[in-house]
Nanobody
Framework: QVQLVESGGGLVQPGESLTLSCVTS????????IAWFRQAPGKEREGVSC????????YYALSVKGRFTIRRDNAKNTVHLEMSSLKPEDSAIYYC?????????????????????WGQGTQVTVSS
């Protein structure tokens, strides 16, 4: 099965940068679209970014556009989420997830229910 392992979370001050990593099982990134979601206490899970298989089109939530970048490294089976100019409202548990049901190679409407494989999550806290 598809396996995902996130890492890179931690405590940072507002305005600083942080990069998250998601290591996948071999071949995953060539078969499925992959996305980053986040969930903060008292809030619903929201999509942060997503990338299609080929062409590698990328998508971002309006709240992070211009500050976050999703980057895929097929050779290392890894997807990164580069986060800059972090704000306290970015604090959440971040998850990477793979789309594994219908039309798996593209993000489409980017709904969490369309992604069937999830990592364990990594905590990001932005506070002064």
């Amino acid at each position: 099965q598809v396996q995902l392992v996130e890492s890179g979370g931690g405590l940072v001050q507002p305005g600083e940068s942080l990069t998250l990593s998601c290591v996948t099982s071999g071949g995953t990134l060539e078969r499925y679209a992959i996305a980053w979601f986040r969930q903060a206490p008292g809030k619903e899970r929201e999509g942060v970014s997503c990338i299609d298989v080929k062409p590698a089109n990328t998508y971002y939530a309006l709240s992070v556009k211009g500050r976050f970048t999703i980057r895929r490294d097929n050779a290392k089976n890894t997807v990164h989420l580069e986060m800059s100019s972090l704000k306290p409202e970015d604090s959440a548990i971040y998850y990477c997830a793979v789309k594994g049901t219908s039309l798996p190679t593209w993000c489409g409407s980017w709904r969490s229910t369309d992604f069937h494989h999830w990592g364990q999550g990594t905590q990001v806290t932005v506070s002064s």
